[in-house]
Every structure is written in structure tokens, then in C-alpha cells.
């Protein structure tokens, strides 16, 4: 498979955003001094026994899931969600296994829940060697499917927190099939993960079976109780992406990384990292599209910044700099698809 090289997480921009210069980049081991720390703090805290377990539940769960992931950091990956109850012969299933299949030939792996339904059709589509499973245990639904079943990719975890953690994180795309409760809660937090800036910018796709309502529906109730009554703005809507073909699917989670590549925070900057340089035409068409979601200044093509130098493997490529206002997060995706466009 392909390799790219992957960012930073980009959560530690977020630490001191106003910062004229990024604050000094702490070791490994002294952020383990601190998760020690923290430990200790629980006895003189008082805290009791179950807030105690929890603590050392979540940090043993998390601890897994990196070094599990870890082996495979330079490879692009894509969470599917969808109902662990969609039967093998439902055309959701057969929209899934295609998907995976064709962002597999891509150089991509698929992660899901590793249960049944749709998330076993992501592993088959996909093949065991281009899967990952975040099984939750649960008094029901809790075996992981035959696909991923024994596999040292498959992480068996206890708490929905550490896993959802787990599928953003690294995550370059995410994809929905149609599903209950689970499904919807998984894209709202996606969502709001990405309008919050509390994530960065990737795609969101709505995967119906061909001719299927499900997500336009869906959308309906988004536009006519949500974005209507001005609970969210026109702009959010450009975060995600609704189809009923695999193919399109595809498309729109493998473009958006034909020129871009990553992002990240620098003091007041946000730093996009592009596969090759911009035009000065395109450069001035950008500057007069997208000066709505600058705080100040203009968009400037630099190449790597020192704050970079721990991640060798982007040094040499270009970059485009400007202050983003870090609040209209649907307008800097259409930033990003016009750089894809250009």
C-alpha cells in the first residue's frame, strides 16, 4: 500500500492560539510525567474506587489503540458507521462492500466497529489486511465479525468514549451507511467535532443504497428544523456530502486529497500543507473568494516553518498561510476543494 506522510494531531494547536510563537515542543516523557502526576493526585484527591478504575480503564484502552495504529501511521484511513443490524442481502450492505472495496485499490484501510451489518461489510469489502476493528463490549452485539475476528488490528474496547476518540483520530474520511441510534450520533458528533474546529477538516460522506431516501430525509430535517430556525448556518452544510453511488462516494473522499495534504496551527496561522504550489493566478483568486474567513492579513504561499521540524517528512512541501477566524469551518472546506480544483 502507499504510504503519506500524516500530521501531528492536530488538537495541540488549539492549546495557546494567540501565541505569537508556538510554545516549546514537550518531550514524550514529560508528558508521561504528567500523566503520572495526574495519577497520583487521585489518592490525595480522595477519589473513590470507581472514578479510579475508569481513569485507568480509559488510559489502558487509549495506550492500545495508539500502538495498535501506530505500525500503520502513514497510511490514509477511512471509519465507516452504519447499523451492525443490516442484513448481508440488503443493498446498504452491497453499497458498503463496494465502497471499501474500490477505497481499498486506492491504498486506503477501513476502519469500523467490527460488529456485523454494515461494519462487516466494510471489512469485507475492504479484506482483513486493509481493516481495522474497534469492537465496544456490550451485554449484546459485542463479537466481532469473522472478517477482523483474531486479528491484531481488532481492539476490543469498554467505553464508547475511547473509541470514538479512536475512530477521529485517525481518521482521514468518514463515511455513513444507514443506521439507528449509534449511526446518527457518531455523524452529529463528527460534525460538530469539525464545526468546532475541534478537528481538522476532513471528508464526511452520507452513503445511501441507490435510489435510497435515507440521508436525504435526513438532510431535510437538517434544513428545515436545524438550519432554518438558525441553529446552525448555511455554511455547515458544505461539511458533509450525500450519494447513493459507491463510486461518487470514492470521489469525494480521495479528491479532497489531490493537492492537499494537512493542516496545522501555528500561533495565530493555520498552515495548510499542499502536494505541489499554487498558481499566482489561483493564489489571487483565493484572496478575492475567501477573504470572509480571514481575521486578518492575507493568504500567503510560504514553504516549512520551523515549528515544523519534527515532522521531517513534510518539509518540502509548499504551504498556504493565513489567519484563519477558525469559526466558518463549511467555508474553509470550500477552500480546500477550490485548492483540489485548481
Not at 428545515?224 to 452544510?237: H, T
Request: aromatic share 10%.
Amino acid at each position: 500500500m502507499p504510504e503519506t506522510a500524516q500530521p501531528d494531531t492536530p488538537y495541540e494547536s488549539f492549546l495557546k492560539p494567540d501565541s505569537p510563537e508556538p510554545a516549546p515542543a514537550e518531550s514524550i516523557e514529560e508528558f508521561v510525567r504528567q500523566i503520572k502526576d495526574t495519577a497520583d493526585k487521585l489518592v490525595t484527591d480522595g477519589a473513590n474506587r470507581g472514578d479510579a478504575k475508569l481513569l485507568a480503564m480509559a488510559i489502558k484502552e487509549l495506550r492500545h489503540c495508539f500502538r495498535v495504529f501506530g505500525k500503520y501511521r502513514g497510511i490514509r484511513k477511512a471509519t465507516v458507521f452504519g447499523s451492525a443490524r443490516t442484513p448481508t442481502d440488503h443493498p446498504a450492505y452491497q453499497v458498503c462492500v463496494e465502497f471499501s472495496r474500490k477505497i481499498a485499490e486506492q491504498g486506503w484501510m477501513v476502519i469500523t466497529g467490527a460488529a456485523n451489518g454494515i461494519m462487516e461489510a466494510g471489512h469485507v469489502g475492504a479484506g482483513r489486511d486493509a481493516s481495522f476493528g474497534l469492537n465496544i463490549m456490550l451485554p449484546f452485539e459485542s463479537s466481532a465479525n469473522p472478517v477482523i475476528f483474531g486479528d491484531s488490528k481488532l481492539m476490543n474496547l469498554r467505553y464508547f468514549f475511547t473509541r470514538k476518540l479512536a475512530f477521529i483520530k485517525e481518521s482521514d474520511a468518514v463515511v455513513l451507511f444507514p443506521g439507528g441510534f449509534g449511526t446518527h450520533d457518531e455523524a452529529f458528533e463528527t460534525l460538530t467535532l469539525i464545526q468546532t474546529g475541534k478537528s481538522h477538516v476532513f471528508p464526511i460522506v452520507l452513503v445511501d443504497e441507490p435510489g435510497g431516501t435515507y440521508w436525504t430525509r435526513w438532510q431535510q430535517f437538517v434544513r428545515e428544523d436545524l438550519l432554518d430556525r438558525g441553529y446552525i448556518g448555511p455554511q455547515d452544510l458544505h461539511l458533509y456530502k450525500i450519494t447513493d453511488s459507491p463510486e461518487e462516494a470514492v470521489n469525494e473522499v480521495v479528491q479532497f486529497y489531490k493537492r492537499y495534504q494537512s493542516m496545522r496551527y501555528i500561533g495565530g496561522d493555520l498552515i495548510l500543507r499542499l502536494r505541489n504550489p499554487l498558481s499566482e493566478a489561483t493564489l489571487e483568486e483565493l484572496r478575492l473568494n475567501f477573504t470572509d474567513i480571514l481575521s486578518g492579513g492575507t493568504f500567503e504561499q510560504c514553504g516549512a516553518l520551523p515549528a515544523e521540524s519534527n515532522e521531517p517528512l513534510l518539509r518540502d512541501l509548499p504551504r498556504l498561510k493565513f489567519r484563519f477566524n477558525r469559526h466558518d469551518q463549511g467555508r474553509l472546506r470550500q477552500l480546500i476543494d477550490a485548492i483540489n480544483r485548481a
